[in-house]
């Protein structure tokens, strides 16, 4: 059924610092000046950030997939798993790469998330691991050392699981280039179910929301929260 009224999603934008802008910063009330410094992690450049933010981008809407189907009682299917890193720290005696996509630890085939963390708790410090990767459609083998760190033994690099979704029937998600992040997800969840079930879900009425969405349902954290609700 169309819905008389609309799912919206609010959003922050930004943009580099240009003459222009920066003066129109200190003039305008709603717009505020940060440094790049502030934005990311430690270690992380802008363009990691923004290779990260699609991947949450892209975990989202996969989440909202599996969420909306399954609470609609329609078919879908998770096909396969992918193990992104996305961060790897400066202390971290490793050659893998921001953008590297896990297959293989120490020739073995990695098929959950949960395969990767307990190799590194069955491992000791100073056991160096291997990796098979995939970087821009290209098969690499990479290595970790791991260390100590307070008492842990870690590798020393973030790494992301993302899905991808089989739908009946199918369900394609478009967002433009330059958009990115994970707090669509509640929203893009509640538009895909409205389409799957009978019925209005919007009662006519405009709404408009940000938060991010889990696999099993959770709505999860707002960022930005002050600009979204200006």
Same mark, same amino acid.
């Given at each position: ?8 999603? /609010? ?33 992380? /450049? ?7 933010? =699609? ?14 189907? =399954? ?12 193990? %992104? ?52 459609? =290209? ?12 008492? #842990?033994?870690?590798?020393?690099? %973030? ?35 409205? =389409? ?6 919007? #009662? ?13 349902? /959770? ?12």
């Amino acid at each position: 059924d169309e819905s008389k009224g609309s799912f919206n999603m /609010t959003y922050v934008t930004e943009m580099k610092a240009t003459p222009i802008t920066y003066l129109l910063a200190l003039i305008l009330k709603d717009w505020d000046i940060q440094k790049e410094e502030d934005l990311v992690m430690e270690g992380q /450049t802008m363009e990691e950030l923004y290779y990260y933010s =699609k991947l949450l981008m892209k975990q989202g809407n996969n989440f909202a997939k599996v969420i909306a189907y =399954k609470e609609a009682n329609l078919e879908y299917e998770i096909t396969s798993n992918e193990y %992104s890193v996305v961060l790897v720290d400066k202390e971290a005696i490793t050659d893998l790469k921001v953008g590297d996509t896990i297959t293989h630890i120490n020739d073995v085939k990695v098929n959950n998330y949960d395969e990767i963390t307990e190799t590194i708790l069955n491992s000791n410090v100073g056991d160096t691991l291997t990796f098979k990767v995939i970087n821009d459609e =290209k098969e690499y083998t990479r290595y970790g050392t791991l260390r100590d760190v307070e008492g #842990k033994t870690m590798l020393g690099v %973030s790494i992301l699981e993302n899905i991808d979704v089989k739908t009946n029937p199918n369900c394609d998600i478009t967002f433009k280039s330059d958009e990115s992040g994970p707090s669509g997800g509640l929203i893009t969840t509640l538009q895909i179910y409205d =389409k799957l079930v009978e019925g209005d879900l919007t #009662k006519g009425k405009k709404i408009s929301g940000t938060g991010t969405i889990e696999l099993d349902g /959770t709505i999860g954290s707002i960022g930005g929260v002050k600009y979204k609700i200006l």
